[in-house]
C-alpha cells in the first residue's frame, strides 16, 4: 500500500500503527503501575512466581524490588502467616478473585502494619496473570481504635452523669438515645423515649415549650429553660431546668438536652450554704 507525499509514492509499512498502539499502551500502563498509591505484586498465572513488583511496594515495606523478582508469596519474609498466601494462590486457580482484610505484615525494619489484599487473575493473551493489591489499613485501624476509646469514655460519662440527658436528632426532631439518669427521674423505660419527640412525651407537662425549643434552635446554638413541668410516670409532680446545645457530628446535626431537677439542686444550695454558715460560725467562736 502506498501514499501520495507532495507528488511522490511512499511505501507504507505494515504493521506500525499498531506497534505505536501496542507501546503507548505499554506507556500507560507502566505509568499507572509505578505511580499507583497501592502495592502491586504481578505474578505469573500458572506457577505463582512474581513477575514484577511496584515502587510504592518498597515505599510500604522496605525491600528493593529485586527482593521480590522470582520467589513465591509465601516465600516473602514480610508475611507473617505463610499459610494465607499458600491458600490466595490455591484459591485463585479456581475463584479467579480473592479478598482478605486485615492481613499482618512486617516491615523491612520490623515494624507491624496491616493490610486489605485484593488478587484478581486476567489474561493477557493467552498468559494467565495475578495481579495482587496490598493497601496498608493501619493508620485506619488507629483511627478506629481510638474512635472506639472515645465511644467507650463518653458511653461511660453519659451513663453516669447526675443529669437526665436526651440526645436528639437535629433534623427530625426525634429522640435517638437517652441516659440512665433519664429514666431514674421520670420512671420510663429507654425505649419509651426513642424515636419520640419532645413534645410526644407524656412527661412533659407543656408541649408548646418543647416545640418552641425546636423552633429557637434553628436559628441558636443553644437554649435554656427554667421550671420547665414535668411529670413522672407515677404521677409525681417536678419542675426541672432544661438546657440544649446543638453541635455536628460530622454532617449530622445533633440536639443534646440536659434536664436537671430544680427542687434537688436547691436543697443541695441549701445544705451547702448551711454547712458554710457552720464553718464561718465555727472560726467566729474560735477568734472570741
Known amino acids: 500500500m502506498t501514499n501520495a507525499i507532495r507528488g511522490h509514492q511512499v511505501e507504507e509499512k505494515p504493521g506500525l500503527p499498531a506497534e505505536n498502539n501496542l507501546e503507548e499502551s505499554e ?16 505474578l505469573d498465572g500458572d506457577t505463582g512466581e512474581i513477575i514484577d513488583a511496584n515502587a510504592f511496594l518498597h515505599d510500604m515495606l522496605g525491600y528493593p524490588r529485586k527482593y521480590y523478582i522470582g520467589r513465591y508469596l509465601w516465600e516473602l519474609g514480610f508475611i507473617k502467616d505463610k499459610s494465607i498466601a499458600q491458600q490466595t494462590f490455591t484459591e485463585l486457580k479456581t475463584n479467579g478473585y480473592i479478598r482478605y482484610e486485615d492481613i499482618p505484615l512486617a516491615t523491612k525494619v520490623g515494624r507491624s502494619i496491616n493490610v486489605d489484599f485484593l488478587s484478581n487473575a486476567y489474561l493477557v493473551g493467552e498468559k494467565k ?30 451513663e453516669n452523669v447526675t443529669d437526665a440527658i436526651l440526645i436528639i436528632d437535629g433534623d427530625t426532631s426525634k429522640i435517638i438515645d437517652a441516659n440512665t439518669f433519664v429514666l431514674d427521674m421520670l420512671g420510663y423505660p429507654r425505649e419509651y423515649f426513642i424515636d419520640k419527640h419532645l413534645w410526644e412525651l407524656d412527661c412533659i407537662g407543656n408541649p408548646s415549650i418543647a416545640r418552641r425549643a425546636f423552633t429557637e434552635l434553628k436559628t441558636k446554638d443553644s437554649i435554656r429553660y427554667e421550671n420547665l413541668p414535668l411529670e413522672t410516670k407515677d404521677g409525681q409532680r417536678l419542675n426541672a431546668e432544661f438546657v440544649s446545645h446543638v453541635y455536628l457530628m460530622g454532617d449530622k446535626k445533633i440536639i443534646h438536652s440536659n434536664i436537671r431537677d430544680i427542687p434537688g439542686q436547691k436543697l443541695a444550695q441549701e445544705e451547702r450554704a448551711r454547712l458554710a454558715a457552720i464553718v464561718e460560725f465555727s472560726d467566729d467562736c474560735d477568734h472570741q
Open 27 to 42: 506507556l500507560r500502563y507502566r505509568r499507572l503501575f509505578e505511580t499507583a498509591q497501592d502495592a502491586i505484586l504481578i
Open 129 to 158: 496473570i495475578i495481579q495482587c493489591t496490598l493497601r496498608d489499613i493501619t493508620n485506619r485501624k488507629v483511627v478506629q481504635k481510638a474512635l472506639q476509646a472515645s465511644e467507650a469514655r463518653y458511653r461511660h460519662l453519659f
